[in-house]
């Protein structure tokens, strides 16, 4: 399995901590071949992570994401310059793509609905319900860590995303 996973948030800072919530129950049950990245933001140095890597997914937290996440195949994207911190998913494909000369693996977003932010709060009572349907979907992309399955699942949860609103 060449899978890498990016969790991103701080978790002293409330639903932030969904993305690295996720994180720690991975790294106690992360299948052979996965590479883990947990960090508080992106930088250009995290393409560097998916060299090699047949598939790729970035967990974070989102005040305007659907509820209770979403699931979605990301492209490359245009950003910052370079030098620049906190980037999203899009231009660490991006990076990838200007160091490499190809395009980077296909990489997909799992961005959990979260309600507050703010520094030194635990998890809002939404995010907990959130956190345990954006698990179940972790546990199902990772029982087939393959693209194509994903993008089967990516149409099930838009189908599911479309009703719940």
């Known amino acids: 399995m060449d899978l890498v996973i990016f969790a991103?948030?701080?978790?002293?800072?409330?639903?932030?901590?969904?993305?690295?919530?996720?994180m720690d129950e991975l790294e106690?049950?992360?299948?052979?071949?996965?590479?883990?990245?947990?960090?508080?933001q992106l930088q250009p140095e995290h393409a560097l992570d998916l060299h090699g890597?047949?598939?790729?997914?970035?967990i974070d937290a989102g005040a305007g994401t659907p509820a209770p996440f979403e699931f979605r195949e990301l492209q490359a994207a245009?950003?910052?310059?370079?030098?620049?911190?906190?980037?999203t998913p899009q231009e660490v494909l991006r990076v990838y793509e200007i160091l490499?000369?190809?395009?980077?693996?296909?990489?997909?977003?799992?961005?959990?609905?979260g309600e507050d932010f703010t520094l030194g709060e635990a998890l809002s009572a939404s995010a907990v319900k959130h956190l345990e349907a954006a698990r179940r979907h972790l546990h199902a992309c990772l029982a087939a860590p393959?693209?194509?399955?994903?993008?089967?699942?990516?149409?099930?949860?838009?189908?599911?995303?479309?009703?719940?609103r």
């Open 28 to 40: 106690r049950q992360a299948p052979p071949g996965v590479q883990l990245v947990n960090d508080f």
């Open 146 to 164: 393959a693209a194509e399955h994903w993008r089967q699942q990516l149409a099930g949860t838009q189908g599911k995303t479309e009703a719940l």
């Open 53 to 58: 890597r047949a598939l790729a997914l970035f």
């Open 78 to 87: 245009a950003g910052h310059a370079v030098s620049s911190h906190a980037f």
């Open 8 to 22: 991103v948030g701080n978790p002293s800072r409330g639903d932030d901590a969904l993305g690295p919530l996720l």
């Open 100 to 113: 490499h000369g190809h395009p980077p693996p296909p990489a997909f977003l799992l961005c959990v609905r």
